[in-house]
Each structure stands twice: as structure tokens, then as C-alpha cells.
């Protein structure tokens, strides 16, 4: 069971809750880890319109500064799908398992995930900015 505190409150668009939806889904039977994992997510989820989504929230296409807590490492990505990955770029799919942990959260708080090895990992997010284009969230 998960303790409560490893999991902060997300908010999701709908729009990025309907397409994250259907991506679980169809790779459900190849990363059943990050799948069991983006899906419970996904139930738990505040499900807000484009509009009404916090400027601190990360959404996909943001661009993300968190701290791994138990490295004292800062990283810099932009969240991506699946197809605009590239590490070497900074862009990190949500179906990875830090992606997973990083959707939805706002700046200022913390998330315990677990690498695909089972070792757990806070992640605290320190500042979420958005494209300017869409505030995040990508049109349907």
C-alpha cells in the first residue's frame, strides 16, 4: 500500500486526461508497469477544463525543473507523448516512469514513484512553465 504523502493531489485538462487515457490503454500489455501506474493516475486526477488548469500544474508539453531528492540532482524536461521523446533533447515521454510521476503535479510539491528496478524515488517539482502557444494543453 502507498502512503498518502507520496502522492500530492494532480489536476489534469480533460483534454490530457482523455488522450493519456487512450494511450495507457493501448500499451497496456507492453509497459504493464508505467501502464498499472499512469492509470491509477488517472482515477485520482482532478479533471479540469484548459482554462482552469493552474499555471504552476504540469501538463504535457510543459517544460519541467525538478529535484530527485535522494540525488540532490535538478533536471530541466519538457513532457512529451511517446513519439517526441528524445533524452538527448530533454523531452521525456509519459510513458516513463519519472513522466508518469510528473503529470499533473504543481511546483512546490513532491512525488514518491518507483523505477522499473522497485526502488522508490521522490521527485519535487520546482517550476512548471508552459508553451505559449496552448497553455499546456493541446487541442483536441
Sequence with gaps: ???????????????????LSGLAEAVAGRVPDVYDYLAAELDRAVVVGPGEIAPAVVTMGARVAYRDEA???ERVVTLVYPQDADLAAG???????????LIGVAAGHSITWYTRQGEAKTLTVLAVEHPVEDGGAAAA
Excluded at 500500500?1 to 488522450?19: E, Y
Excluded at 523531452?91 to 510521476?101: H, I, Y
Design 91 to 101: 523531452r521525456v515521454s509519459v510513458l516513463t516512469p519519472v513522466g508518469a510521476a
Design 71 to 73: 540525488a540532490g540532482q
Design 1 to 19: 500500500m502507498r502512503a498518502p504523502d507520496q502522492f500530492p493531489p494532480i489536476v489534469l485538462t480533460a483534454t490530457d486526461h482523455d488522450r
